[in-house]
């Protein structure tokens, strides 16, 4: 099981997203909580009443120990050793949790004769992806984990290190010979675009392995038909900066030593860089020197909050990552989540690869967004940009949600449910 033993010690009075982080484990441990992000008397009593349910210390204070007990709830799973006369119906009703959902999880365990000493999975009731909280790297961390543990199905991995030397995850599911890739939170401030990809993952594998279907389409056929790929969170450390995890040390220091020389961009909400100041969607190889000359005539030439375009293309370590993992694979399709403005972006330039304007127009009939040019000054150097360009296949940018970035959790449902038959389309049209 995942041990993130480096969280903070949190106590009474402490405010931010890990705060958030204890209130979502303790909720989903039975202690009713508002998540909020602050510490005050009522975590305070569903810590300690936590605390000494499971035999340790009740002193209020979130440590090592108190996080180490709390981890299950984080990865939507615990680990069982059975027991004489144990069997999967009973640990399901022990765990109040579906039999089923512990067969899934264990494909090898024998039903009818589990050994004593084997290490099991017990998935919890509750879906391993929140929508509630912010969505910070952390978070994501444990939910990669947790549904590789409830769907053994799945593949994970990292694909290079962030500035910060944070894993960029992918995740893949399907076994088919086309290739389909989904990347969203390029933008730090775009961070709800992460959860939405991880909640369809979810949604998808869990529909699968119940052998039901996905906005009308059957999940056995797409599995078998397609290999998805999705990373859901291509800037960490800026998502950290934007949530609030990341407030203190050398590289926080640094972010706001550059946001200083931007006062018009509110800091840290405004910023959409990588923790560098180089904004990772400006970053490709297609048209990356009229991005420079545009940006530069806008005032950012330097290292910025956001559009910088930094010192040449991929310099990056975050976008050279994606680049490199596009080669790699032979994607028939491609779709980047942003926000905002409920658009989708469909070509580059003059190129407009055989078949996109038309799955452009099934997306916009699933979700009810606007088909649309890119703005002219908007047009260059991006991910979807540069895939069009080397590979004239199909690459989407879809600008989900309305409003100003980040976008408040409060519209995740709206934006999930306008973009699931939009990610199902993907999978299909990618094989078409």
């Not at 806008?298 to 290292?303: A, D, H, I, L, Y």
């Not at 600008?399 to 100003?404: D, I, K, R, V």
């Amino acid at each position: 099981m995942l041990q993130l033993l480096t969280l903070p010690i949190l106590s009474l009075g402490r405010t931010g997203p890990y705060v958030a982080l204890l209130q979502l484990a303790l909720d989903r441990a039975g202690f009713s909580l508002k998540k909020d992000g602050f510490f005050g008397p009522a975590t305070l009593a569903a810590l300690r009443a936590f605390q000494t349910a499971n035999s340790l210390t009740a002193d209020g204070i979130a440590g090592r120990y108190t996080w180490r007990a709390l981890t299950p709830w984080l990865l939507g799973y615990a680990e069982h050793t059975v027991k004489s006369g144990e069997t999967l119906y009973r640990l399901s009703l022990m765990y109040g949790t579906t039999l089923r959902a512990i067969e899934i999880a264990n494909p090898d365990a024998d039903a009818l004769a589990l050994p004593v000493g084997a290490r099991l999975v017990i998935p919890f009731a509750f879906p391993v992806v929140p929508a509630d909280v912010s969505f910070t790297p952390t978070l994501l961390a444990f939910c990669v984990a947790g549904l590789k543990a409830r769907y053994p199905f799945l593949e994970t991995g990292s694909v290079g290190a962030s500035v910060m030397n944070r894993p960029l995850h992918y995740l893949r599911i399907g076994v088919g010979s086309t290739e389909v890739f989904y990347n969203a939170a390029h933008h730090a401030n775009e961070w709800i675009t992460a959860p939405l990809l991880m909640r369809f993952l979810e949604n998808y594998a869990r529909a699968y392995a119940m052998g039901a279907s996905l906005s009308g389409e059957s999940a056995s056929r797409l599995y078998a038909s397609t290999a998805l790929y999705v990373m859901p969170m291509v800037d960490p450390d800026g998502v950290s900066l934007v949530t609030g995890e990341l407030d203190s040390g050398p590289y926080f220091e640094q972010a706001a030593a550059i946001a200083a020389d931007y006062p018009a961009i509110p800091f840290p909400e405004g910023w959409k860089a990588n923790i560098a100041g180089v904004d990772l969607n400006l970053q490709y190889p297609a048209g990356w020197d009229n991005a420079k000359a545009i940006k530069f005539a806008q005032g950012f030439t330097s290292p910025a909050p956001r559009d910088f375009v930094g010192v040449s293309p991929l310099a990056a370590p975050e976008s050279r990552a994606v680049y490199d993992f596009t080669r790699y694979h032979d994607f028939a399709l491609t779709i980047s989540y942003h926000t905002q403005g409920r658009v989708i972006y469909w070509r580059y330039l003059d190129a407009m690869p055989e078949g996109a304007y038309e799955i452009a127009l099934k997306f916009s009939a699933a979700s009810g967004y606007a088909v649309e040019n890119v703005p002219a000054g908007s047009a260059y150097a991006g991910y979807k940009d540069w895939f069009i360009a080397a590979f004239d296949r199909p690459g989407f940018t879809i600008e989900a949600g309305y409003g100003t970035a980040p976008l408040p959790l409060s519209q995740f449902s709206e934006i999930y449910a306008a973009n699931e038959g939009i990610l199902v389309i993907g999978l299909t049209a990618g094989g078409s």
